[in-house]
């Protein structure tokens, strides 16, 4: 994938993971049901919430590196 | 074991200590090597999480036995800006590095031309907000210790006689003290203090272990997750419509969003403490992590206490009193540690940053006014009086974090607390973003736009948080102040319905919001304001280097002054040595280069603040930055005037381009189209002259039939004639044109031209004869190799030496030819002793259809196009046929470039 379509990707997980966490999707996991005797409400959002860690660990290692890194600040004896 | 007060204090105390041992350890380590560990990103996470203070170790829990699930926004909020961490936190770090910025207040202040007034304000506005977030810590330490003294058979051992207002007074005193030895022992350079994040990543890691012990205890005691859910539905508690309203939800989300960037504390450690920008692409992902475990427990803790706990316990202790309660003292007392962790690395971190930005912003401008005269000032060091405001401000935070604590004790939960805190702190937002990536934002507008926002939340926000305690307030809440209604703080302009948290949330950000916008469209930006935003928003381009925003006049002795007096002796020694060693001069000669000084500018704000370094510098080299400013002002109003009329120009030169290669090709078309015309003309009476003759004979041949054989024959005889003369006018006519035109396949060969003249000679012989005409051969080369179509150089040659002799009106007429090699070409003349030619007509001899004064009287009146032709022909061989003036008679002469063969002949 180019450079901008990764950031593209980071941009896109971003504001899906807002969208997904905000209502109205959050309350499409709403309702009185249960997943392993925990509500579902509960489930998704935690779903949600590690999906968008999932894909922030992958982002994390293509986003690009090449911008020249600043000067650490011990850059000057002291 | 048994747990009393006097044990958990002691324990408190000694792990006090423990995190002294480490701040110390982790210092040495930092100053010895290069950072190793400490600089890991995991060490960075483990500071960022500072985040998850005492209010998610109690007040998350008792926020989700109240709300459900709502509580988990506070950490989602942040794990949105994380995971985006590309588009925002990457660049507040870089822009951090930098321009060295100390805190948000300095960020925001340098990005609006490091205005001192911005500064000033956040800084006010942010030791405000933040009180209620530390007296929450201070209700949570307070509560801990209340609720293990209440539990104990003991009873309060040492704590007795003391109330809670007593012992959270304890508690600020004791933490102000701890924070001041903690974080004030000296200035560093660059406002990082490597012991300090070593000890909040142990206590990040010690609440972490807390909470999660805790969560799998409750979860072993109760028989699994979905047994707490069973339970907690059998005993009546809605376990299922967690989710609290939808404005409550966006609105508590986007304020941890904004916070974890807001706060001063995360901002402090995730952007000024970070030492590497690469650490965030670790932090990304593991923050969030570490999050989602904090979380993942709570709400079974809360659920279970629910059902297991008395009605009426405080459900923001249930970390605390369901270990208690189950008896494991071991366990409460590891919750304890964790509670005070969480508390005490909030507390620390906080006051460090606020100190930092009230001592940068607000002690150190003031200091720089009083000493207006010399400068600097004398006596002691900047330093000393930096660590002295740092130590003031400390105690000022925690005696209105306890204030806010004494005023508010009625209420009871943590969290709504805190986010009074987020509510306020998230005023900076707007600002903060706008200066990221709004290059017109102004300073003006951010000021008033902050200003107006913090206003809506001091009203809506913070004062009805007093309304248990105070009488006063709780009257302005039901009525509005002096009965007006639409002022009413959580019902604002009529609004109702809303959640009083979306309220407050909603007006303040709506305001503030808007009045950035409208107020940075209708005023102006400043100099240095206009040299900022464009650093802040290139941050990532590779720039040539910024504008300089002092000029460098001082002499490098004031610089040094400045500099030790901030920086201390060794630091600026160090600093003017390099410079020297770079420049290659001794120090005392010493000029400071503009980048030099802005060097000098960036470390001294890595110390006291953009805007009081800006401020210093300024004096040093006083009237500098005002001539500056006057300069970039006019830069500024003309950048666009010239933007503009560039615009225009540019427009309007092409424009005026275009019509003049319009002109051109019109004055070339009618040019062309009047030699057309005149063409024609000429072509058609030159066609008539003939024409009219042979008419004129053969109209005589038809109507007399009778004449005479010999005048017939004679009138044949000129018809014939003239209608050669006509035929050969018409090919000389197509030859010309079509050599105009370029339109025969011309081929030139390698041949030798002397061969062509003396062909050209032989030809004229009998012409000469006829006309007594003596041809001389001058001095002639042996032989001449050029490139040329051998007929058509014929042809000229003919034509040349028949006009010499034909026009020739010299009793004894004689005509000579030489050629010759002059460099690389070869000349042939062909000169006459005739009249030659006036000068009136010599310009346009080689007009077409000219004939010479001589032409028209001589028996050999041609078309008057041989000399055109001859011209074109020489002209496709590159060569030139020209009139020489000056010599007797009419002389031509051809040039013509010898071919390479030819020149190698020559040289061998």
């Given at each position: 994938?180019?450079?901008?379509?990764?950031?593209?990707?980071?941009?896109?997980?971003?504001?899906?993971?807002?969208?997904?966490?905000?209502?109205?999707?959050?309350?499409?996991?709403?309702?009185?049901?249960?997943?392993?005797?925990?509500?579902?409400?509960?489930?998704?959002?935690?779903?949600?919430?590690?999906?968008?860690?999932?894909?922030?660990?992958?982002?994390?290692?293509?986003?690009?590196?090449?911008?020249?890194?600043?000067?650490?600040?011990?850059?000057?004896?002291? | 074991?048994?747990?009393?007060?006097?044990?958990?204090?002691?324990?408190?105390?000694?792990?006090?200590?423990?995190?002294?041992?480490?701040?110390?350890?982790?210092?040495?380590?930092?100053?010895?090597?290069?950072?190793?560990?400490?600089?890991?990103?995991?060490?960075?996470?483990?500071?960022?999480?500072?985040?998850?203070?005492?209010?998610?170790?109690?007040?998350?829990?008792?926020?989700?036995?109240?709300?459900?699930?709502?509580?988990?926004?506070?950490?989602?909020?942040?794990?949105?800006?994380?995971?985006?961490?590309?588009?925002?936190?990457?660049?507040?770090?870089?822009?951090?590095?930098?321009?060295?910025?100390?805190?948000?207040?300095?960020?925001?202040?340098?990005?609006?031309?490091?205005?001192?007034?911005?500064?000033?304000?956040?800084?006010?506005?942010?030791?405000?907000?933040?009180?209620?977030?530390?007296?929450?810590?201070?209700?949570?330490?307070?509560?801990?210790?209340?609720?293990?003294?209440?539990?104990?058979?003991?009873?309060?051992?040492?704590?007795?006689?003391?109330?809670?207002?007593?012992?959270?007074?304890?508690?600020?005193?004791?933490?102000?003290?701890?924070?001041?030895?903690?974080?004030?022992?000296?200035?560093?350079?660059?406002?990082?203090?490597?012991?300090?994040?070593?000890?909040?990543?142990?206590?990040?890691?010690?609440?972490?272990?807390?909470?999660?012990?805790?969560?799998?205890?409750?979860?072993?005691?109760?028989?699994?997750?979905?047994?707490?859910?069973?339970?907690?539905?059998?005993?009546?508690?809605?376990?299922?419509?967690?989710?609290?309203?939808?404005?409550?939800?966006?609105?508590?989300?986007?304020?941890?969003?904004?916070?974890?960037?807001?706060?001063?504390?995360?901002?402090?450690?995730?952007?000024?403490?970070?030492?590497?920008?690469?650490?965030?692409?670790?932090?990304?992902?593991?923050?969030?992590?570490?999050?989602?475990?904090?979380?993942?427990?709570?709400?079974?803790?809360?659920?279970?206490?629910?059902?297991?706990?008395?009605?009426?316990?405080?459900?923001?202790?249930?970390?605390?009193?369901?270990?208690?309660?189950?008896?494991?003292?071991?366990?409460?007392?590891?919750?304890?540690?964790?509670?005070?962790?969480?508390?005490?690395?909030?507390?620390?971190?906080?006051?460090?940053?606020?100190?930092?930005?009230?001592?940068?912003?607000?002690?150190?401008?003031?200091?720089?006014?009083?000493?207006?005269?010399?400068?600097?000032?004398?006596?002691?060091?900047?330093?000393?009086?930096?660590?002295?405001?740092?130590?003031?401000?400390?105690?000022?935070?925690?005696?209105?974090?306890?204030?806010?604590?004494?005023?508010?004790?009625?209420?009871?939960?943590?969290?709504?607390?805190?986010?009074?805190?987020?509510?306020?702190?998230?005023?900076?937002?707007?600002?903060?973003?706008?200066?990221?990536?709004?290059?017109?934002?102004?300073?003006?507008?951010?000021?008033?736009?902050?200003?107006?926002?913090?206003?809506?939340?001091?009203?809506?926000?913070?004062?009805?948080?007093?309304?248990?305690?105070?009488?006063?307030?709780?009257?302005?809440?039901?009525?509005?102040?002096?009965?007006?209604?639409?002022?009413?703080?959580?019902?604002?302009?009529g609004l109702e319905g809303l959640d009083p948290l979306a309220h407050a949330a909603f007006w303040s950000l709506f305001l503030n919001t808007t009045i950035l916008i409208v107020g940075s469209l209708i005023t102006n930006q400043s100099a240095l304001e206009h040299v900022q935003a464009a650093l802040f928003l290139n941050v990532f381009r590779k720039q040539a280097g910024e504008a300089n925003?002092?000029?460098?006049?001082?002499?490098?002795?004031?610089?040094?002054?400045?500099?030790?007096?901030?920086?201390?002796?060794?630091?600026?020694?160090?600093?003017?040595?390099?410079?020297?060693?770079?420049?290659?001069?001794?120090?005392?000669?010493?000029?400071?280069?503009?980048?030099?000084?802005?060097?000098?500018?960036?470390?001294?704000?890595?110390?006291?603040?953009?805007?009081?370094?800006?401020?210093?510098?300024?004096?040093?080299?006083?009237?500098?930055?005002?001539?500056?400013?006057?300069?970039?002002?006019?830069?500024?109003?003309?950048?666009?005037?010239?933007?503009?009329?560039?615009?225009?120009?540019?427009?309007?030169?092409?424009?005026?381009?275009?019509?003049?290669?319009?002109?051109?090709?019109?004055?070339?078309?009618?040019?062309?189209?009047?030699?057309?015309?005149?063409?024609?003309?000429?072509?058609?009476?030159?066609?008539?002259?003939?024409?009219?003759?042979?008419?004129?004979?053969?109209?005589?041949?038809?109507?007399?039939?009778?004449?005479?054989?010999?005048?017939?024959?004679?009138?044949?005889?000129?018809?014939?004639?003239?209608?050669?003369?006509?035929?050969?006018?018409?090919?000389?006519?197509?030859?010309?044109?079509?050599?105009?035109?370029?339109?025969?396949?011309?081929?030139?060969?390698?041949?030798?031209?002397?061969?062509?003249?003396?062909?050209?000679?032989?030809?004229?012989?009998?012409?000469?004869?006829?006309?007594?005409?003596?041809?001389?051969?001058?001095?002639?080369?042996?032989?001449?190799?050029?490139?040329?179509?051998?007929?058509?150089?014929?042809?000229?040659?003919?034509?040349?030496?028949?006009?010499?002799?034909?026009?020739?009106?010299?009793?004894?007429?004689?005509?000579?030819?030489?050629?010759?090699?002059?460099?690389?070409?070869?000349?042939?003349?062909?000169?006459?002793?005739?009249?030659?030619?006036?000068?009136?007509?010599?310009?346009?001899?080689?007009?077409?259809?000219?004939?010479?004064?001589?032409?028209?009287?001589?028996?050999?009146?041609?078309?008057?196009?041989?000399?055109?032709?001859?011209?074109?022909?020489?002209?496709?061989?590159?060569?030139?046929?020209?009139?020489?003036?000056?010599?007797?008679?009419?002389?031509?002469?051809?040039?013509?470039?010898?071919?390479?063969?030819?020149?190698?002949?020559?040289?061998?």
């Amino acid at each position: 994938m180019t450079r901008r379509k990764i950031i593209g990707a980071a941009l896109f997980v971003t504001l899906f993971g807002t969208a997904a966490i905000m209502p109205p999707l959050l309350f499409v996991a709403g309702g009185n049901m249960d997943l392993l005797g925990i509500p579902v409400a509960m489930v998704y959002v935690f779903t949600i919430w590690i999906l968008m860690i999932v894909g922030a660990v992958v982002l994390a290692r293509y986003l690009p590196h090449d911008e020249p890194t600043p000067p650490t600040r011990q850059d000057h004896p002291s | 074991m048994t747990l009393t007060a006097d044990l958990v204090i002691a324990t408190a105390v000694a792990y006090v200590g423990l995190l002294f041992l480490i701040a110390y350890v982790g210092d040495r380590h930092t100053r010895n090597r290069t950072g190793g560990f400490l600089r890991s990103p995991f060490v960075y996470t483990l500071s960022i999480s500072v985040y998850c203070t005492s209010w998610t170790f109690y007040g998350a829990v008792g926020s989700a036995a109240r709300t459900g699930l709502e509580f988990a926004t506070i950490y989602l909020g942040p794990t949105l800006v994380f995971v985006g961490w590309w588009f925002i936190l990457r660049r507040l770090v870089r822009i951090s590095h930098d321009q060295r910025i100390t805190s948000i207040a300095d960020l925001v202040s340098s990005r609006f031309g490091k205005s001192s007034r911005l500064a000033v304000l956040i800084t006010i506005l942010a030791v405000i907000v933040i009180s209620p977030y530390i007296a929450l810590q201070l209700k949570a330490v307070t509560s801990s210790i209340e609720a293990i003294a209440g539990a104990s058979e003991f009873g309060r051992g040492s704590l007795e006689g003391w109330d809670d207002t007593g012992l959270a007074f304890g508690v600020a005193a004791c933490m102000a003290m701890f924070t001041i030895l903690f974080g004030t022992r000296n200035v560093d350079a660059k406002e990082q203090h490597h012991g300090v994040v070593a000890a909040i990543a142990f206590e990040a890691v010690v609440k972490l272990a807390a909470l999660v012990t805790v969560g799998v205890f409750v979860v072993y005691i109760s028989g699994g997750a979905d047994a707490i859910f069973a339970n907690a539905a059998a005993a009546g508690i809605e376990v299922h419509s967690t989710y609290t309203a939808a404005d409550r939800w966006i609105s508590s989300t986007l304020l941890a969003a904004g916070a974890i960037i807001c706060l001063p504390r995360q901002f402090q450690v995730t952007v000024v403490e970070n030492s590497d920008e690469n650490h965030l692409r670790t932090a990304c992902w593991l923050f969030p992590t570490y999050m989602v475990a904090m979380s993942l427990f709570i709400l079974p803790i809360a659920l279970y206490g629910l059902t297991a706990m008395p009605t009426g316990s405080n459900p923001d202790m249930f970390t605390l009193t369901l270990p208690l309660a189950a008896g494991n003292d071991g366990l409460a007392l590891f919750a304890f540690i964790g509670g005070f962790s969480s508390a005490t690395s909030m507390i620390i971190l906080e006051s460090i940053a606020l100190s930092i930005m009230v001592s940068n912003h607000i002690v150190v401008p003031i200091m720089l006014r009083m000493t207006a005269g010399d400068g600097i000032g004398d006596g002691l060091g900047v330093r000393r009086l930096i660590l002295n405001a740092r130590r003031f401000s400390i105690i000022l935070i925690l005696f209105l974090g306890f204030s806010y604590f004494y005023l508010t004790r009625g209420s009871d939960a943590l969290a709504p607390i805190g986010l009074i805190s987020f509510t306020g702190v998230v005023q900076f937002l707007p600002a903060v973003l706008a200066g990221l990536f709004w290059r017109d934002a102004t300073a003006k507008a951010a000021t008033v736009a902050i200003f107006v926002g913090f206003l809506v939340w001091l009203w809506s926000s913070f004062m009805p948080s007093f309304s248990s305690s105070s009488a006063t307030v709780a009257a302005i809440m039901a009525d509005g102040p002096f009965g007006i209604g639409w002022l009413r703080p959580q019902s604002l302009f009529g609004l109702e319905g809303l959640d009083p948290l979306a309220h407050a949330a909603f007006w303040s950000l709506f305001l503030n919001t808007t009045i950035l916008i409208v107020g940075s469209l209708i005023t102006n930006q400043s100099a240095l304001e206009h040299v900022q935003a464009a650093l802040f928003l290139n941050v990532f381009r590779k720039q040539a280097g910024e504008a300089n925003p002092i000029r460098s006049t001082a002499t490098a002795d004031d610089l040094f002054l400045v500099a030790r007096r901030v920086l201390g002796h060794q630091r600026a020694v160090n600093l003017f040595s390099e410079e020297a060693k770079q420049t290659r001069m001794p120090w005392t000669n010493l000029e400071p280069s503009t980048a030099f000084i802005r060097q000098l500018e960036r470390e001294l704000a890595g110390s006291i603040g953009a805007a009081s370094a800006h401020v210093m510098l300024s004096k040093v080299v006083s009237g500098d930055t005002v001539s500056l400013e006057e300069v970039m002002q006019m830069a500024d109003e003309t950048q666009q005037a010239i933007e503009y009329s560039q615009e225009l120009e540019r427009t309007s030169a092409e424009l005026r381009a275009t019509a003049e290669k319009l002109e051109v090709a019109n004055r070339e078309l009618r040019r062309v189209d009047m030699q057309k015309d005149e063409f024609l003309s000429q072509v058609s009476h030159e066609v008539r002259t003939p024409m009219t003759a042979i008419r004129a004979f053969t109209e005589i041949l038809m109507s007399h039939r009778n004449l005479a054989t010999d005048a017939r024959e004679r009138f044949v005889g000129t018809i014939h004639k003239e209608s050669l003369r006509l035929t050969s006018l018409l090919d000389e006519i197509l030859d010309l044109s079509t050599l105009e035109r370029g339109e025969r396949v011309w081929e030139n060969y390698a041949i030798d031209a002397e061969e062509s003249l003396d062909q050209a000679l032989g030809v004229c012989d009998a012409l000469a004869r006829q006309n007594n005409t003596t041809v001389k051969s001058g001095t002639r080369v042996g032989k001449a190799i050029i490139l040329a179509d051998p007929y058509r150089l014929s042809q000229v040659m003919i034509n040349l030496v028949s006009n010499a002799i034909k026009y020739n009106e010299a009793p004894h007429p004689e005509v000579e030819i030489h050629s010759r090699i002059r460099g690389r070409n070869y000349v042939v003349e062909v000169q006459d002793n005739g009249l030659g030619i006036p000068e009136e007509e010599k310009p346009h001899i080689f007009d077409k259809f000219y004939r010479g004064r001589s032409g028209d009287a001589t028996p050999y009146a041609g078309a008057g196009l041989g000399l055109p032709i001859s011209r074109e022909i020489i002209l496709r061989m590159n060569g030139k046929l020209e009139l020489v003036s000056g010599a007797e008679g009419a002389c031509f002469r051809i040039t013509l470039p010898l071919s390479d063969e030819q020149e190698v002949s020559q040289s061998g």
